[in-house]
């Protein structure tokens, strides 16, 4: 009952007021970028939805027209070459995810669930499947966010967000954003560039 019906609802209502409140930020936002380096405000990229089908996720842009698409930010030898001016500060606050409250309203994401991979993650879609975290809408935060971020290991990743699938309900929902807030405002788990394993 929850999943099928409640968790949209609350997911609508909440992305919905907080577009209309955050509307004066997400206007400056937009501001800011188209000021300070050419290209446009937004930037859209090919991911993995719920039951693997594609969507198109929305981003502030904080890197500049030329960086190579469709690779992780954390495999790019040297991301900082690549990085706006406002791209560094967008990106360590997570601001550069707020376009997703717009994924969100169209049913395209929730506010909690697993992050959704790029297309061509094959690894990590494989090793979800493994754990039915592929059937979950995915999410502006998840479990796996808050235990490691890019600094897990794609198997890990994949368990965690498994775990998630397994136990998904309103009272985990709540306490992932709310720890969601706190990693956020510690920058936990955020990784810039390839990191030897």
């Known amino acids: 009952m929850y999943q099928k019906c409640v968790k949209r609802a609350i997911d609508f209502m909440l992305s919905l007021l907080a577009v209309v409140f955050l509307s004066p930020i997400l206007l400056f936002i937009a501001i800011c ?29 904080s ?53 959704p991979a790029l297309w061509n993650q094959d690894d990590l879609i494989a090793e979800r499947d493994k754990y039915g975290a592929n059937d979950c809408v995915p999410g ?34 709540v306490s992932i954003f709310f720890k969601t807030i706190g990693s956020v405002l510690h920058h936990e788990g955020v990784v810039e560039g390839k990191q030897d394993q």
């Open 63 to 115: 890197m500049r027209t030329d960086t190579p698409k469709d690779m992780p930010t954390h495999l790019l030898e040297n991301p900082q070459a690549f990085i706006t001016p406002i791209g560094r500060f967008l990106r360590k606050t997570s601001l550069d995810e707020l376009p997703q409250l717009f994924n969100i309203l169209k049913g395209e994401m929730s506010i909690v669930g697993p992050r």
């Open 33 to 61: 970028i188209k000021c300070t380096s050419p290209g446009p405000v937004l930037f859209q990229q090919k991911r993995v939805g719920r039951g693997k089908t594609y969507f198109q996720i929305y981003k502030f842009r």
């Open 140 to 173: 502006l935060t998840g479990y796996a966010q808050i235990h490691g971020r890019d600094e897990l290991p794609i198997p890990k990743k994949a368990e965690l967000d498994g775990y998630y699938a397994k136990h998904l309900s309103f009272a985990l929902d």
